[in-house]
T-cell receptor, first 111, second 112 residues
Framework: EDQVTQSPEALRLQEGESSSLNCSYT??????LFWYRQDPGKGPEFLFT???AGEEKEKERLKATLTKKESFLHITAPKPEDSATYLC????????????FGEGTQLTVNP | ETGVTQSPTHLIKTRGQQVTLRCSSQ?????VSWYQQALGQGPQFIFQ???????GRGNFPPRFSGLQFPNYSSELNVNALELDDSALYLC???????????FGPGTRLTVL
């Protein structure tokens, strides 16, 4: 059974204070690891897909990296508008197209 | 905006009633999945439809059922509603293979 654990549960940063969010996973044959951003009461917004260990992707202040056991979402010089819940999900070879999500990290960036 | 739309936005039902939620997939996407997200938790996979047939299901009872139509739009039906069914219901669409799933805005269901 695929499993995803995210840490920390909540993170409070000052504007400009860089940090990282962690996503640890176990999956039988990784088809993809996905990062989403979710604002309160809204659907998840796609950020990145990573397919293999060593892969990295960047978008504005965000950078996602992947190893065989975990993924990190690095946030550089965050702004208050980066405040949201960040969700990590995996798709495995034996689970079809189902995504298994972690419970998310709630990020708050104070001005 | 992903192009995935859901209706209604909010819904209030009482225990024992039935509900139908609707989803319109992003153009060109032939696969749709439904997820349930309880407050403070990650989304949980309910089921997936491809070419109008269910081809994957999570740990949800048979009172959760669905349909996919030839235009790839989809419905989620829940019978005999229970209080624990209160959640945000999310629809996600994608093309085949390892492609990314794109989510709609969700329907907030409250069961009283």
């Amino acid at each position: 059974e695929d499993q995803v654990t995210q840490s920390p549960e909540a993170l409070r940063l000052q504007e400009g204070e860089s940090s990282s969010l962690n996503c640890s996973y176990t999956v039988s044959g990784l088809r993809g690891l996905f990062w989403y951003r979710q604002d309160p009461g809204k659907g998840p917004e796609f950020l990145f897909t990573l397919y293999s260990a060593g892969e990295e992707k960047e978008k504005e202040r965000l950078k996602a990296t992947l190893t065989k056991k975990e993924s990190f979402l690095h946030i550089t010089a965050p702004k208050p508008e980066d405040s949201a819940t960040y969700l990590c999900a995996v798709g495995g070879e034996t689970s079809g197209s189902r995504l298994t999500f972690g419970e998310g990290t709630q990020l708050t960036v104070n001005p | 905006e992903t192009g995935v739309t859901q209706s209604p936005t909010h819904l209030i039902k009482t225990r024992g009633q039935q509900v139908t939620l609707r989803c319109s997939s992003q153009s060109g996407h032939n696969t749709v999945s439904w997820y349930q997200q309880a407050l403070g938790q990650g989304p949980q996979f309910i089921f997936q439809y491809y070419r109008e047939e269910e081809n994957g299901r999570g740990n949800f009872p048979p009172r959760f059922s669905g349909l996919q139509f030839p235009n790839y739009s989809s419905e989620l039906n829940v019978n005999a509603l229970e209080l624990d069914d209160s959640a945000l219901y999310l629809c996600a669409s994608r093309t085949g293979g390892r492609s990314t799933q794109y989510f709609g805005p969700g329907t907030r269901l409250t069961v009283l």
